[in-house]
C-alpha cells in the first residue's frame, strides 16, 4: 500500500539537463579545460563536489573546488530563473497527489540553493511535506540517505513509498532504501541495469493514472 509519493527534482519535475550542461561547460571551460559531450555524460550524475574533483582532475592548472561549484550553482540559478520549464505532467501531478491527501516529498541530489529556486520558480513549495537535498546529507544518490531520511520526515516505512525518478543513479538509490520506483524519463529509456528494480517505466508523469495502480501492483492509501 502506497502511504507516501517521493520526487526526484532535476529531469522529473523541472527540464534542467540543458541548463546543467551549460552551466557546467561555462564554468570550466573558463578553466581552461576541453569539455566534451562524452564526458558531461559522465558527470550528469554526481553531485557538485564529485563534479569539481572530476574537472579538476583534467585541469591544466588548480582551482577552487568551493569556487567553482558556486560559480555553476549560480549560473543555473539564473538560467532557472529566467525560463523555468516544468516537465510534463509534473504540475497536474502534484495537484491530484495532495488533493488525495498523501504526503509529499523532494529528494534531489542539487543543492538547497537550486532546490529553493526551482521550488519558488515553479511556484510548487506547498506541495511538499519533506524537502531533502544534497545539503541535507552525508551521502547522495545512488546512496539511500536521502530517501531513507525523506521516508522519515514523512513519517512513512520505505517501502510504503513510491518514487519517481528520471536516472538510474536516482532509481538504485529509492530501490536501495526499498522503496517503488517508476522511471520517468522522455529522452532516455530504462537501461538493462533497472529494468528488473523499476515498477514501470513513463516518458512523462501525465502517463501515470491512478486507474493504472493494479497494473503496477500499487494501491492508494
Given at each position: 500500500?502506497?502511504?507516501?509519493?517521493?520526487?526526484?527534482?532535476?529531469?522529473?519535475?523541472?527540464?534542467?539537463?540543458?541548463?546543467?550542461?551549460?552551466?557546467?561547460?561555462?564554468?570550466?571551460?573558463?578553466?581552461?579545460?576541453?569539455?566534451?559531450?562524452?564526458?558531461?555524460?559522465?558527470?550528469?550524475?554526481?553531485?557538485?563536489?564529485?563534479?569539481?574533483?572530476?574537472?579538476?582532475a583534467?585541469?591544466?592548472?588548480?582551482?577552487?573546488?568551493?569556487?567553482?561549484?558556486?560559480?555553476?550553482?549560480?549560473?543555473?540559478?539564473?538560467?532557472?530563473?529566467?525560463?523555468?520549464?516544468?516537465?510534463?505532467?509534473?504540475?497536474?501531478?502534484?495537484?491530484?497527489?495532495?488533493?488525495?491527501?498523501?504526503?509529499?516529498?523532494?529528494?534531489?541530489n542539487?543543492?538547497?540553493?537550486?532546490?529553493s529556486?526551482?521550488?519558488?520558480?515553479?511556484?510548487?513549495?506547498?506541495?511538499?511535506?519533506?524537502i531533502?537535498?544534497?545539503?541535507?546529507?552525508?551521502?547522495?544518490?545512488?546512496?539511500?540517505?536521502?530517501?531513507?531520511?525523506?521516508?522519515?520526515?514523512?513519517?512513512?516505512?520505505?517501502?510504503?513509498?513510491?518514487?519517481?525518478?528520471?536516472?538510474?543513479?536516482?532509481?538504485?538509490?529509492?530501490?536501495?532504501?526499498?522503496?517503488?520506483?517508476?522511471?520517468?524519463?522522455?529522452?532516455?529509456?530504462?537501461?538493462?541495469?533497472?529494468?528488473?528494480?523499476?515498477?514501470?517505466?513513463?516518458?512523462?508523469?501525465?502517463?501515470?493514472?491512478?486507474?493504472?495502480?493494479q497494473?503496477?501492483?500499487?494501491?492508494?492509501?
Amino acid at each position: 500500500m502506497i502511504k507516501a509519493i517521493i520526487f526526484d527534482m532535476d529531469g522529473v519535475l523541472i527540464d534542467s539537463e540543458e541548463i546543467w550542461d551549460h552551466a557546467e561547460k561555462t564554468v570550466f571551460s573558463s578553466y581552461g579545460i576541453s569539455v566534451t559531450e562524452t564526458d558531461q555524460l559522465l558527470t550528469r550524475n554526481m553531485n557538485m563536489l564529485e563534479v569539481s574533483k572530476y574537472w579538476s582532475a583534467k585541469a591544466h592548472r588548480p582551482f577552487s573546488l568551493e569556487t567553482s561549484q558556486q560559480q555553476v550553482i549560480e549560473h543555473v540559478c539564473q538560467q532557472i530563473q529566467k525560463k523555468p520549464l516544468a516537465m510534463q505532467g509534473a504540475l497536474n501531478l502534484l495537484k491530484h497527489i495532495q488533493l488525495s491527501n498523501l504526503p509529499i516529498g523532494l529528494a534531489t541530489n542539487a543543492p538547497k540553493q537550486v532546490c529553493s529556486t526551482v521550488l519558488s520558480c515553479l511556484e510548487i513549495e506547498t506541495f511538499f511535506n519533506s524537502i531533502q537535498t544534497a545539503d541535507d546529507v552525508e551521502n547522495t544518490k545512488p546512496h539511500p540517505e536521502i530517501y531513507l531520511k525523506s521516508a522519515e520526515n514523512l513519517q512513512v516505512e520505505p517501502h510504503h513509498c513510491l518514487v519517481f525518478e528520471d536516472s538510474p543513479t536516482g532509481v538504485k538509490a529509492a530501490h536501495e532504501a526499498g522503496m517503488q520506483v517508476i522511471y520517468v524519463n522522455p529522452r532516455r529509456m530504462a537501461d538493462a541495469s533497472i529494468l528488473t528494480i523499476i515498477r514501470s517505466a513513463l516518458n512523462s508523469l501525465d502517463q501515470f493514472s491512478w486507474s493504472d495502480q493494479q497494473f503496477f501492483g500499487l494501491e492508494n492509501a
